[in-house]
Structure formats: C-alpha cells, structure tokens
C-alpha cells in the first residue's frame, strides 16, 4: 500500500516530474497526428483507387487501346471468381464550359454497368442510384432555351457528360461540399479531341473532333487526382469520337467476395493470351497487360510506406529525448529523497520494494502522459481540417492542397491499433526511463541513506 501512496504523493507534489508528464504527452500526440495522416493518406489512396478501378485491369500500355475486348468480355463471364466486368476508354481532350478558356483535361469513357465493376457511381450527385442512362440529358432543362438561335435544333441532340467537380470549380474548402449552382446544367460544353488511329500516330490536327455535351451530374470522389481533372461521357460516344471502333482502353474486373486476387489474375492473364493468340496475335504484338489494383500502383504505395518508414525511425529518435528525460529527472529525485529511501528500508521495505515505488512512478507518469497524449491527438485528428482552414484564414498560409497531395482533405481517422502500440511504447519507454534510477534507489543502504541527511 505504501506504494500506491508515495506514488501518488509524487505525482501531485513533484512538479519537477511534469516536464516528463509534458514529454511524454508531446511525443505521444506528435507520432499519433503524423501516423494518423500518413496512414489515414495511404488507406484512403487504396480505397479509392481499388473504388475507381476495380480488383483487376487489363490494359494496353498506349493510348491507341486493344481489339477483341467483347471476346475477354465473353470469357470472363463464364468464369466463376468474376462478378462483373466493364470496358473503360481514357484519353485527353481540351475542355470548354460556356465562354470560359479551354483547359486539357482527361476523359473517360464508360458504360452505365461501371456501378457493377467500381464505386464511381458513388460519387455522383443527382444520379447516385440511377441504374441506366448515366448520361442522358435531364428532362426539366429546356436546352434549346439557352444556345444562340442557329443551334436550338441540335441542341436536345447533344450528349450528356458528368464532370469531376474541381474541374468546373465547385469545390470549396477542406472537408465542405462543393456549390453547385443550377446554371452550371445550362452552359453548353466543348470538347475537342485528336483520333489515334490503331497504328499509334495521331491523325492530322485538322482532322480534330469536336462535339458539344451538357452537363448533366458531378463527380465528387473526394481525390483531387480524379474531380480536378477528368470528365465522363458514354464509352459509345468517346469510342466514336477518338475512331476505336472495337477498341478500348482497358477493361476492369470486380470479383467475387472471397476471390483470390492473385489466383484470379494468372487465371485472367492465362484467358487473355489465349484470346489474343486465337485471333493471331504474337507475343511480340503486345498483349495486354493484366494487373491488380495493388501491382498498378506498387510503384507508388511502396514509395509512401518507404517514407512512412523513415519517418517513423526519425520520431523514434527523436522519442528517445523523452527517456532521457525521465531518466535526468528520476535521477535528481532520488539523489534528492535519500532521506525517504532510509526510512523506508529501516522500517522494513525490501530492495524490491523501494525500486518498484520508482518503477511504479514512472508508470504512472507514462500511463497519464500517454492518455492526455491520446486524447490530445485525437482532438487534433479530428479537427485537423477545422484547424488547416483556421491557419489558412488567419496566417494566409495554405499547407495543404490537393492538387499536390490527391485528396481534397487531410485524413482525419485515427486507427485504433496504431493508437493502442503507440501509447503502449510510451508507458513502456516511461518505465524504461525510470529502471536506473529505481535500481539506485534500492541499492541504498538505511545507515548511509540517513547518515547522508
């Protein structure tokens, strides 16, 4: 009982001892913050992109596509792991809304069963839960109303086109949802694109296409990769337009719950080269490639751990600043409470007992700093887009853009095992701080420690 007591007694009256507390609480909410936005920046990274491209893409390494896609199509339908599959065309086009400038952009071209393959539809506004007829111009808009007079009959032709919304600049600030006012429905869009003919060149530029959509949704992905720089048309009318007649870009693959990813892809690699051979391809031709989710963007994900990695180490390091505290100041504590320790061992407290009074403190120490350290991130964690927007209102300083960093908010979800090993190595590294100390203290023996006072 003694213990719990002085332990208690120290941590009220020695205020020497709450620059540790204060140590130990700073590290804790610094490695909870940076690991929470990395990794929160490096789970979200996966969730869309595994969400705007599916499980498996099978792709050509240029822009000019592959033929036979209807036959993969066919093939992966008869295989069991393969829930759904849609082709995608992409390519780049220069972009003009209304009377603005034009801008390049990138285009995608899809078919209204992608909601099958990824979660694209998910980000739409207006059409979230249509099932067909993504693109189809809406019926409450009198578009001939708002053309000059020589084009009012062509004007219900035009197709329909979803934009991303940083394209179009609807996008506000971190975390807001994007304004979208009812004329941006009534301002005719120009798009205009270079055909790639089969051989890889690109045709003459007089011979560039131009057609007019409306737009008729947005796309809201929450990465500013995809809102700021691609619209969508139908896959029938981008096919036409760019001259890929039988081609396509590339086709992704949702697969069954419970599949196995990399079992269904040598599986799909072995059908597509099957295809391609049967229709008098060679190897040299080029197959398409077929490639997870996680292959596509090895590369890239594998950068962001490395960094993740490194930074890690570096707070570690710089963690160890706090052990080093502690140790300084249990040393002082006990060069200064000799007295104490005396009384303690002449009344009968054992070696054991002295140390684990120390040992004890320093746990306590490490369990109230890790706690405040916890909450203290999570507070931070959860209004870090709150804060960015008030340090950028109020120092004119923006530290976070999506432009550069993808997504159109700084992650703010804490992971609860991340959180659990961090504060756990802070009680543990506490306890580490104060062993030598702890140690001190019960090698003093009762006489020396009260002849010393």
Known sequence: MYKYLLILRYLRKRRIAWWSLAAVTLCTTMVLVVFSVMGGWLRQYREVYRGMSGDIAIRSDGWTGFEHYEKVLGRLREDPDV?????????????RIGRGSPRGIQVWGLRD???????????????????????????????????PPGLAEFADRWDGMIVGVGVVGLRRGLKQEPRRPEVLYRLPVRLTLLPINPGGSIVDVKDKVEASFWVVDDSHTQAGIYDANVVYVAFDKLQKMLDMEGRTSQVQVRLRSGADLYAARDRIE???????????FGLEDGIPRVQTWMEANAEFIGAVERERLMVTILFGIISV?????????????????????????????????????????????????????????????????????????????????????????????????????????????????????????????????????
């Open 83 to 95: 829930q759904a599959a849609t082709p995608v065309i992409q390519t780049f086009a220069l972009f």
């Open 270 to 280: 072995k059908m597509v080269s099957a295809v391609f051979l049967e229709e008098g």
């Open 321 to 453: 600043v706090a052990i080093v505290l502690i140790f300084c100041i249990f040393y002082m504590i006990v060069k200064e409470k000799t007295r104490d320790i005396g009384i303690l061992k002449s009344v009968g407290a054992s070696d054991a007992g002295v140390a684990g009074v120390f040992v004890g403190y320093g746990a306590a120490l490490g369990i109230v700093g890790a706690a405040a350290g916890l909450l203290l991130g999570w507070l931070i964690v959860r209004n870090i887009n709150e804060l960015h927007d008030w340090v950028a209102r109020t120092f004119n300083v923006e530290i976070y853009r999506a432009e550069t960093y993808i997504f159109d908010s700084i992650p703010s979800r804490m992971d609860p095992t991340e959180a659990a090993v961090i504060v756990t190595i802070a009680v543990v590294a506490s306890v580490a701080g104060s062993l030598i100390p702890a140690w001190m203290a019960a090698r003093m023996q009762p006489v020396e420690s009260l002849r010393s006072e």
């Open 113 to 147: 069963d992608v909601r099958e393959v990824n979660r694209w539809a998910e980000s739409l506004h207006l059409r979230k839960d249509r099932r067909s007829g993504l693109f189809d111009l809406r019926d409450d808009i009198a578009y001939r109303d708002y053309v």
